[in-house]
């Protein structure tokens, strides 16, 4: 059983940068791939960026490349995401999520997820 807590959401300009972090219980985070999607109202979920259990390998949706970074530290159970160069349709809430499968977190079937943080970017 793994549980997530995310944080780090806020307001921020168009431009600025915002770190997210997601700490997760349970001795095992370390078998985990662990990623990050969002969500805007009335839209589904939409996968961000994704991170092996090692961190060896990383994927990133189109519409952030070069722009965010994931990035975990297994001592400390935690996986971030690195947010720059953000705009306005970067708001969404942002959802942690964790599977022994690298492809469901991608792909939205991840066995958990945490709460959920709000991200606004303003123009």
């Known amino acids: 059983q793994v549980q997530l807590v995310e944080s780090g959401g806020g307001l921020v300009q168009a431009g600025g940068s915002l770190r997210l972090s997601c700490a997760a219980s349970g001795r095992t985070f370390v078998r985990y791939a662990m990623g990050w999607l969002r969500q805007v109202p009335g839209k589904e979920r939409a996968p961000v960026a994704a991170?092996?259990?090692?961190?060896?390998?990383?994927s990133y949706a189109d519409h952030v490349k070069g722009r965010f970074t994931i990035s975990r530290d297994n001592a400390k159970n935690t996986v971030y995401l690195q947010m720059n160069s953000l705009k306005p349709e970067d708001t969404a809430v942002y959802y942690c999520?964790?599977?022994?499968?690298?492809?469901?977190?991608?792909?939205?079937?991840?066995?958990?997820w945490g709460q959920g943080t709000q991200v606004t970017v303003s123009s």
């Open positions: 999520a964790a599977d022994f499968s690298l492809n469901r977190v991608v792909d939205g079937t991840a066995g958990y």
């Open positions: 991170i092996s259990w090692s961190g060896g390998s990383t």
